[in-house]
């Protein structure tokens, strides 16, 4: 006896958020801080590795970010985003941004370009991307946003950091 698809498929262990969470960390990948700024002025930003090129015509790129993060709500607000590609000696920023600390942006150099969409971290990004949103798509507990790229800043010619196995790496040049 022979057993259909459904029947075998069926008998799988469920995929769990936790399961799919050990399941992606496998997947090493950089890491961003995204940043914007709301109707008031007042800067916010997320440490991201769901980052994303989409098209090189128009430049576009994707970010996908927590319903209900205050990061989402400015860049929804403002209509942009700044992509903060980290380098190799960021790892200390990636946590600040990842722990959601209410004065983070008081804890390290950061500017704002008036022609940005979100503060750009001088010191910790390699490149930063600023973006206009065109489009996004909201998905379980996330929402993706698509940005157009509308200018890059290459700052530093540093090795970007990378996040994959629950650690962060850098990129060995050898």
């Not at 890491?31 to 090129?53: K, N, Q």
């Not at 990842?98 to 983070?104: D, I, L, Q």
């Not at 390290?108 to 750009?120: I, K, N, R, T």
């Not at 390699?126 to 800043?153: K, L, N, W």
Request: contains cysteine; hydrophobic residues 35%; charged residues 15%.
């Amino acid at each position: 006896m022979t057993e259909s698809p459904a029947t075998a498929a069926s008998s799988l262990p469920t995929a769990t958020p936790d399961a799919f969470r050990t399941m992606m960390s496998g997947f090493p990948t950089g890491v961003c801080v995204v940043t914007s700024v709301d109707g008031a002025g007042t800067p916010w930003g997320m440490t991201c590795s769901s980052v994303c090129s989409v098209a090189l015509d128009p430049p576009t790129l994707l970010v996908c970010l927590r319903s209900g993060s205050p990061t989402l709500a400015a860049a929804l607000e403002h209509g942009g985003f700044t992509v903060n590609m980290l380098h190799e000696g960021a790892r200390d920023t990636a946590e600040l941004f990842a722990s959601g600390n209410p004065r983070r942006f008081d804890l390290l150099p950061w500017e704002q370009d008036p022609s940005a969409h979100g503060p750009h971290l001088v010191r910790d990004a390699h490149t930063t991307a600023d973006c206009t949103v065109v489009m996004t798509q909201p998905f379980g507990d996330h929402v993706t946003v698509f940005g157009r790229v509308r200018r890059i800043v290459r700052s530093r010619p540093q090795s970007p950091l990378l996040y994959g196995l629950r650690q962060f790496r850098t990129w060995s040049a050898t």
